[in-house]
């Protein structure tokens, strides 16, 4: 059963992960930062903004405190949506998973 889980969250995370990350993009990229060398997934994995390079800058103050926090949450919500989905998943099936896997 514990491969069952695992395969069933690699499955949502990944799910979750992308849509995560174009609300990321949609939400925080043009209002909290400008990143002119990352595209929309990889827009989600740090460092959001590239000291150094030009036109890259948070936009508001203490910029880089709030960003960091909001994609906490993100990431947090991703992990444990997924987590939480596979469980509900492995649960409600368990008879269903347990004949057709075994």
């Known amino acids: 059963m514990n491969k069952t889980f695992l395969l069933i969250y690699a499955v949502l995370f990944t799910v979750l ?3 995560c ?3 990321w993009h949609w939400q ?3 209002t909290y930062f400008i990143c002119q060398h990352k595209g929309i997934i ?8 590239h000291l ?3 036109g890259d800058i948070y936009l508001k103050p203490q910029g880089a405190v709030v960003v960091y926090t909001i ?4 990431v947090s919500v991703v992990v444990l949506l997924a987590a939480f989905g596979a469980w509900l998943l492995v649960r409600l ?5 347990k004949k057709s896997w075994m």
Not at 42 to 49: A, I, M, W
Request: glycine share 6%.
């Open 93 to 97: 099936y368990d008879r269903a998973l």
């Open 17 to 19: 992960f992308l849509f």
């Open 52 to 54: 150094g390079s030009t």
């Open 28 to 30: 925080m990229a043009g």
């Open 71 to 74: 994609w906490s949450v993100y």
């Open 42 to 49: 990889l827009d989600f994995f740090p460092p959001f903004v």
């Open 21 to 23: 990350a174009m609300i």
